[in-house]
């Protein structure tokens, strides 16, 4: 059973930055990484893919994160971050990490596509 543990949300000020890691219990040759967001009243949305292991790299973004946000590895600890940077109010939602074993991330995008999932970390930009 694959478990993934986050950390690192918090309060910030507008334009100001935060780094959110997620940790996997399991190493698999290929998978899809995923950062969504759920901020009250509306759906959960992806904010950045990663696909990881083989035929990997491919890193996708949503338009309202796009060149402020950004998805890496950091390989030894088996993390995957999530650096955002110039944070606004609109920013300011639950965020989770979730993995989809197996798969590139072209066409993945709706939460049902992901059968794991972090316990999730509260972003608030105010």
């Known amino acids: 059973h694959v478990q993934l543990v986050e950390s690192g949300g918090g309060l910030v000020q507008p334009g100001g930055s935060l780094r959110l890691s997620c940790t996997a219990s399991?190493?698999?040759?290929?998978?899809?990484m995923a950062w969504f967001r759920q901020a009250p009243g509306k759906e959960r949305e992806t904010v950045a893919r990663?696909?990881?292991?083989?035929?990997?790299?491919?890193?996708h973004y949503s338009d309202s994160v796009l060149g402020r946000f950004t998805i890496s590895l950091d390989d030894p600890k088996n993390t995957v971050l999530l650096q955002m940077d110039n944070l606004k109010p609109k920013d300011t939602a639950m965020y989770y990490c979730?993995?989809?074993?197996?798969?590139?991330?072209?066409?993945?995008?709706?939460?049902?596509?992901?059968?794991?999932w972090g316990q999730g970390t509260q972003v608030t930009v105010s």
């Open positions: 979730a993995k989809r074993v197996g798969r590139r991330c072209v066409g993945l995008r709706a939460p049902s596509d992901f059968p794991y």
């Open positions: 399991d190493a698999t040759a290929r998978y899809c």
């Open positions: 990663m696909t990881i292991g083989v035929g990997g790299g491919t890193k």
